[in-house]
């Protein structure tokens, strides 16, 4: 491999490697046989770190994937007749291939539009009573994407306005949270505050963009909905047989606190980032950045000078070019970016 490739980038935060905490941990667990498929002393200490750090009893549940979580999440939560309530960009909509769809048997996802990612109360309220004949599915569940898909935060006068909006609907509500971390670090709240405490029934806290190999948890603040989950996730093949290994991962990012170290310095990262490009003429950030992604907007040659001097990055999410920074983000490189995009700038605007 050449060493350009090792270089860092930013074009998404699942780019990084394992953080120590999470390594050591993995480490820590190796030795010996333990019993398999999660009846083992780390799924059990893993589990009751969530419940302490989350101030409350939930069931917690290990799973190798995002796309897992909130597939077999809502399939929980629905019957297949059912409708799940989605922002159009939703994970769950634009890169998850169907797999709510298909895990559900069915239940179809409800979009509503919206410019940051969020739903609103009132985009529910409509989603959800737009029909009622047979002939369209019934609005059963919300999901939300904490941090959102365009790196947009919801503060928790937000979710309690939408979870009261639930309630009301008799909708259950879930919330994506493949960068929760990333979520509690910009608020300042306690994972409680910005989950149960708000009215979040389920949550996937997301292990693999905060800096674990693979691996996401799920957690079901209402007990009574998480009947039968481990079944389905044996049927969905996310049952892990040497469970150990998804689930120290965690007692390392938990009881260090390196789930929060890593989501801050990303968020850092993204916001100093982002002050830089905010004063170069030509490049306009299309985003408030909330969280650790800078989305911006510049012409194509711009974006194609970047593309020449190495750097990748996607413009298919929101329509505009993204920036993710992940746990391990090197300022230097940081530097190194913003001077190159300088120089793009300068030389697209013929100077
Ligand atoms: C990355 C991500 C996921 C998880 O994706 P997987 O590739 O299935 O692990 C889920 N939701 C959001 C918003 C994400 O960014």
């Known amino acids: ?47 009751d770190a969530f419940r302490e750090l989350f101030e409350t009893d939930c069931e917690v549940f290990f799973v190798f994937n995002g796309t897992a979580a909130n597939s077999l999440a809502l399939a929980s939560l629905c019957q297949s007749y059912h409708g799940v309530i989605c922002s159009e960009a939703a994970h769950v909509e634009t890169d998850e291939c169907g797999a709510p769809e298909f895990f559900s048997n069915g239940s179809k996802l409800l979009v509503a539009s919206g410019p940051d990612g969020k ?44 979870a009261e909006e639930c309630r009301a609907l008799k909708l ?50 209402e007990r009574k909905l998480a009947a ?26 938990l009881e260090s606190g390196a789930w929060l170290r890593n989501a801050r310095h990303a968020n850092e990262c993204a916001r100093y980032a982002a002050e830089r490009i905010a004063q170069i003429p030509g490049v306009r950030i299309a985003q408030p950045v909330e969280a650790n992604s800078v989305f ?10 970047l ?21 391990d983000t090197d300022r230097e490189r940081v530097e190194i970016f913003c001077r190159d995009l300088e120089e793009c700038a300068r030389t697209a605007a013929g100077a």
């Not at 999470?22 to 398999?36: C, D, K, L, R």
């Open 172 to 221: 259950s509500l879930y919330m994506d949270g493949a960068r929760f971390a990333n979520a509690c670090a910009s608020l300042g709240c306690s994972p409680a505050e910005i989950t149960w405490k708000a009215g979040v029934d389920v949550l996937g806290f997301g292990g693999t963009k905060n800096g674990m190999a693979a691996g996401e948890a799920v957690l079901f603040f």
């Open 228 to 253: 039968d989950f481990d079944y389905r996730c044996k049927q969905a093949g996310q049952l892990a047989s040497k469970m150990r290994f998804l689930s120290a991962p965690w007692v390392g990012m």
């Open 296 to 305: 911006l907007h510049a012409e194509a040659a711009l974006l194609d000078g």
């Open 1 to 47: 491999m050449e060493s350009q490739d090792l270089l860092q980038q930013f074009a998404s935060d699942n780019y990084a490697g394992i953080c120590p905490e999470a390594w050591e941990a993995m480490q820590a667990a190796n030795p010996g046989h333990v019993t398999s498929y999660g009846d083992d002393p780390w799924t059990a200490r893993a589990a």
């Open 119 to 162: 739903l609103t109360p009132q985009a529910i309220r409509e989603l959800a009573t737009k029909r009622q004949d047979i002939h369209y599915p019934k609005a059963r569940a919300v999901t939300i994407t904490q941090a959102t898909e365009m790196g947009r935060v919801y503060t928790p006068p937000e979710l309690h306005a939408i």
């Open 307 to 327: 593309r020449q001097r190495g750097w990748h990055f996607y413009t298919f999410i929101g329509g505009a070019a993204r920036f993710m920074f992940a746990w």
